[in-house]
């Protein structure tokens, strides 16, 4: 049988944003190619062993609630699953796996393969086929040339990639991967502007060298359940814990001792790395009177011999590593299997990508993951996602779909990214998200799951699951607010069993619930509902009692989601036509019909406008609001 | 959602009264599209350049009939005092005449501006700071020479380093406490949330004084409003023009808010004191005096204190006494003056027990002096701030006060029971609020600073 040579996607790179990219468009009924470098490394973890945390653990939830394939891993191929800021409050509230790396690389490769529309073939891609503008293929270093419609090009870590160890620098990939040579000519070639990045590793340390009875055990969570919706109350009986040590005054001189070996010190490196993930060395320059630092000691996997050392991430030449790993509580006689390392790639410099994740220099061209100047398996398995439901929309010539910042993480991602003008890669966390009381985790179903139905990455049935799910917590939400209690002697007297505030007047079962210790049983109690009306199970109660302790405060961002998503609907480039933008400074009316902004609400929030400026624009687009929204929905 | 609209706008900017002239000024994008229609330029220049003098008539469109004749200044944007294009027609300053000419332009499609509105408009364009914008503002409206120099305490920054400082605390302890929301396993410490709720509570001690400090400025910019509360009869009016008669010079005349209360401006001591007339309070015989009598306890409402008025002449009548009532249940700072002195009195002082009544004669000018004491001595008790402290506020700056406090109040009371993600909330709103107040940023951004002060690496 001859070789395919034409396909309506080619997703280029399978880590997690390609495998993500691919399976979305292949799904979605596109005819796809999935290229990568080494069919054994798919869906390679080739750094920390852990998926989630506040923000990332939300865009896993919201990748599960559109369709994507993430979440349903890490369930089946997790060593430990654990809840993280549960005292904080629901907001922060997170779930985070360890994985079994080489589980999820096995258990994701199956998927691809079982995946209908969905070819996977090894190869290194060294040129993009660019014509007018407009994607038309790829060529590989074996000369063979695949024909597209469209492009996801998910190159990670490994664009034109250098290897740092001390003075020591080699042209190389992640864990002695290839690096992916030739392809940043071509990018340049067609008009994408490219930047350095760098990041780093910490050393892999065999398990039988360590003495855990001087490190703290960090076991997980049993009932944490799954990300996946449908894994929500699993309970995992069976996990392996992770360990915490510190670095002491020992750890800091080893540090000093060898630091001018540092690539710190050397500058053999560029300085724009991921800020959130500091090497040992720049924690000890930057904060010198800080002695005692955090060491993660995670497993890679249920058998495997070796541990990952978060907090010791270091491009620092071998002999000085086992001197600080030696230097560790608990880590005196660690042997290194793997050192860590730094390394340098290439990625998109800022301002060239879209909220769809298309480019904005090549037409069907779009880009995800560390490529766009991001870090973590999660940030990049979401762009992907959204990358290949873009490819296929556009394909289909359907609307595209840009997730709101108001309405989930996702969002928020690509909303930051498409904007993101800081050297440092991004990161996501709560911290980025404003409306975060409202993009809780609990609430991932009900704010997404009706848009990867619509798209086409839900099915019907899954779908109707959910949605009686969700209909049952609002309908039961509805109901608390119509059921009221009135102040009878001996309505008083079961509020003063609870331990709460008196009644003066009649309240409603939101009002109670609202009350701080009271829980949606107290107030079935109180309203004396029988037990066969009630929620029962336990996912749906905590979705209700969250949704109505919040509202005082979810209510006052209300407003402000409103006016975000009113903005957000007014795409740029605009159209200057009125006179009355006359009264805008030449520089906001360069920017308004130029492509450097996806909307109107990153203009505003990128301070490009003045609060008059902002009053003006609004008049008069408020004066065709309503065709503006005719246009909206025939989209 | 609200979309503000971008009008033209107009109003008379010199003070009212009769004078020489008077200037009406015209801002926004339709100015020269509703002069074309009103002006006719006498001379052959062109209308309109931008940057000239013209002189002509203002018309009546549909009548021809001149209003007036005057100069009209032209100023195009961005080069004017709001940023927009701008007109200043001198008309003559007669009130009725100044008052038709407006009338036309708001006719053809001007708005009446909202008091400040030029200056905010100069803001939102750029052409000044916001406490700038304040202090012009308030200049422009001071009427006494002490309001003027409140006004000018204004720029010297001190406000505005203090509120600064405050926003800088709670910034310290929201960063702390979104290190840990964030990055929860990043060794950050954990909140105590005791300790916590003592410094929040500290601090919200410090920004209630500055926020007493905004109120009072707010009160002295604004005149101490005293409202005469009595019978009919009884002698307000007449007490009312005794007090002002001693120095008629500073006496200005401002409309009131409601058509049927008197307001005169006067100094007592150093503050500048409206005192307000009212109707008379009794048992509404009519629906248009209920509607007097309503208005008369609306004044009272927004006093900051009250004059009881009652005539020594006479017993004390059922309608006295009600008038009585409502002073003592006000809870505002009152005087209670007798008045007609100069009959014989027929009142006992036991009638009036806690609240002494000062003797008064408005008809033989007895007793001002005391009365002058009196309310000197109750501005002195009144809690107000001295005037080293007071500070001006405009209106949006005095409401993300409110907010703040609000926020700062919702934290404090909140630690323990709410959650730590909400309690960020109040804390950056807290900030946000603050950094509107003295115009710095409105952004927060927390996560910068958290990686300037953590060591984050998990």
């Known amino acids: 049988m001859s070789q395919k040579k034409e396909y309506a996607v080619i997703v280029v790179g399978a880590g997690h944003a390609g495998c993500e990219a691919a399976l979305a468009a292949a799904r979605l009924g596109a005819e796809t190619l999935l290229i990568t470098m080494n069919i054994s490394t798919v869906a390679l973890m080739p750094c920390n062993p852990s998926i989630g945390g506040p923000g990332k653990g939300h865009l896993v939830r919201e990748i599960g609630a559109l369709g994507g394939e993430m979440p349903r891993c890490i369930d089946e191929t997790c060593v430990q699953m654990k809840w993280l800021n549960t005292s904080k409050g629901p907001a922060v509230r997170s779930r985070r796996a360890q994985a079994d790396k080489y589980l999820y690389r096995q258990r994701m490769l199956q998927t691809l393969f079982a995946t209908p529309n969905l070819t996977l073939r090894q190869g290194h891609v060294t040129g993009l086929l660019v014509e007018s503008g407009r994607i038309k293929g790829v060529k590989l270093e074996t000369g063979l040339v695949f024909a597209c419609e469209k492009l996801i090009l998910t190159s990670g870590t490994y664009l034109n990639s250098r290897i740092i160890l001390g003075r020591a620098t080699w042209p190389g990939g992640p864990q002695n991967q290839s690096p992916a040579i030739g392809l940043s000519d071509s990018l340049s070639a067609a008009g994408v502007r490219l930047r350095r990045l760098q990041t780093a590793t910490p050393p892999r340390i065999l398990k039988s060298s360590v003495d855990i009875n001087m490190m703290t055990e960090l076991p997980g969570d049993i009932d944490a359940g799954g990300f996946l919706w449908e894994n929500r109350l699993r309970r995992y009986e069976k996990q392996i814990p992770c360990y915490l040590t510190f670095t002491d005054e020992r750890s800091v001189e080893a540090v000093r001792r060898n630091l001018s070996e540092s690539p710190l010190v050397l500058e053999n490196i560029t300085d724009d790395g991921p800020k959130h993930c500091p090497s040992i060395d720049r924690k000890i320059i930057k904060f010198p009177d800080m002695v005692k630092h955090q060491v993660f000691v995670e497993p890679e996997g249920w058998d495997s011999q070796e541990l990952y050392l978060q907090g010791l991430t270091t491009g620092m030449p071998p002999s000085a590593q086992q001197d600080i790993v030696g230097s560790v509580a608990g880590l005196e006689n660690a042997v290194i299997l793997r050192y860590g390392y730094a390394i340098e790639y290439d990625a998109l410099a800022p301002g060239q990508i879209r909220k769809t994740m298309e480019s904005r220099v090549i037409e069907g061209f779009y880009t995800a993951g560390q490529l766009n100047g991001t870090s973590g398996y999660e940030e990049a398995a979401g762009q992907g996602l959204i990358a290949g439901i873009n490819a296929v929309l556009a394909l289909k010539k359907q609307a595209p779909y840009w997730p709101s910042r108001t309405r989930s993480y996702l969002g928020v991602l690509v909303d930051d990214l498409s904007t993101w003008e800081k050297p440092e890669p991004y990161r996501i966390t709560p911290g980025h998200a404003e409306f975060r009381l409202t993009l809780r985790d609990d609430s991932a179903e009900r704010r997404l799951a009706a848009d990867g139905f619509r798209i086409g990455l839900v099915d019907p049935e899954r779908f109707s699951t959910i949605f009686a799910w969700s209909a049952r917590i609002e309908g039961e939400i509805a109901r608390l607010s119509t059921l009221s209690l009135l102040p009878s002697g001996e309505a008083r007297e079961r509020l003063a069993r609870l331990a709460t505030g008196d009644l003066k007047k009649p309240a409603s079962g939101a009002e109670l619930l609202q009350r701080p210790g009271v829980t949606y049983n107290d107030v079935m109690d109180l309203l004396q509902q029988p037990e066969n009306t009630r929620l029962s199970a336990v996912d749906e109660v905590y979705a209700l009692e969250t949704e109505i302790k919040y509202r005082g405060y979810a209510d006052r961002e209300a407003e402000k989601i409103v006016q975000t998503s009113f903005l957000e609907r007014i795409r740029l480039p605009l159209e200057i036509s009125d006179h009355r933008l006359n009264l805008l400074s030449e520089q906001s009316r360069q920017i308004l019909s130029s492509c450097r902004f996806d909307d109107l609400s990153q203009m505003v929030r990128k301070h490009c406008l003045t609060r008059s400026e902002i009053a003006i624009l609004l008049s008069v687009l408020s004066e065709d609001g309503d065709s503006q929204e005719r246009h909206e929905e025939t989209r | ?458």
Do not use: W
Not at chain 2, 204 to 211: K, Q, S, V
Not at chain 2, 264 to 277: F, S
Not at chain 2, 325 to 352: A, C, H, Y
Not at chain 2, 439 to 453: H, K, Q, S
């Open chain 2, 1 to 458: 959602m609200s979309k503000p609209k971008i009008g033209t706008i107009a109003a008379v900017s010199t003070p009212a009264g009769r004078s020489a002239i008077s200037l009406i000024r015209i801002s926004g994008p339709d100015t020269f599209k509703i002069l074309k229609k009103l002006f006719i330029t006498g001379g052959k220049k062109a209308f309109p350049l931008p940057y000239s003098v013209y002189f002509g008539s203002v018309i009546e469109p549909e009548t021809g009939l001149v209003a007036d004749k005057c100069l009209v200044t032209t100023f195009t944007a961005p080069r004017s005092y709001t940023g927009e294009d701008l007109a200043e027609v001198s008309t003559h300053g007669n009130p009725l005449v100044v008052s038709r000419v407006l009338q036309l332009l708001l006719k053809h499609g001007a708005v009446a501006a909202e008091a400040g509105e030029f200056t905010r408009r100069a803001f939102l364009n750029g052409k000044m700071d916001l406490l700038e914008v304040e202090a012009v503002s308030q200049l422009l409206s001071a009427n006494t020479s002490s309001q003027a120099r409140l006004a000018l305490n204004q720029l010297d920054g001190l406000p505005s380093q203090f509120v600064a400082k405050i926003r800088g605390q709670i910034l310290h302890h929201l960063v702390q406490l979104e290190a840990s929301l964030n990055f929860p396993e990043d060794a950050i410490e954990a909140i105590d949330e005791h300790l916590l709720a003592r410094e929040l509570k500290k601090i919200l001690a410090e920004l209630e004084i500055f926020a007493r400090n905004a109120r009072s400025g707010a009160l002295v910019a604004d005149g101490l409003k005293i409202a005469l509360l009595g019978r009919p009869n009884s002698g307000k009016s007449s007490l009312m023009n005794y007090m002002l008669g001693r120095d008629r010079a500073i006496v200005t005349e401002i409309a009131g808010t409601t058509r049927d209360t008197l307001e005169e401006t006067l100094m007592v001591g150093e503050y500048p004191v409206r005192i307000i007339d009212t109707a008379g309070m009794r048992k509404p015989g009519d629906r248009i005096e209920a509607i007097g009598i309503e208005r008369t306890t609306k004044a009272a409402d927004e006093a900051f204190a009250l004059i009881g008025v009652f005539d020594g002449s006479q017993p004390l009548t059922a309608e006295d006494r009600l008038v009585l009532e409502r002073l003592r249940q006000s809870g505002k700072p009152v005087i209670t003056v007798l008045n007609k002195s100069d009959m014989p009195r027929q009142v006992s002082p036991e009638d009036f027990a806690e609240l002494p009544p000062l003797s008064v004669s408005a008809l033989k000018g007895q007793g001002l002096l005391a009365l002058q004491t009196s309310i000197s001595k109750l501005i002195a008790e009144s809690g107000l701030s001295g005037y080293e402290e007071m500070i001006l506020l405009g209106a949006q700056q005095s409401v993300a006060l409110d907010k703040a406090l609000a926020a700062l109040e919702r934290a404090a009371r909140g630690i323990g029971n709410i959650y730590q993600d909400m309690l960020a909330i109040d804390l950056e709103e807290a900030v946000r609020e603050l950094g509107r107040v003295n115009g710095e940023t409105v952004d927060v951004n927390t996560l910068d600073l958290i990686f300037e002060r953590f060591c984050i690496g998990k």
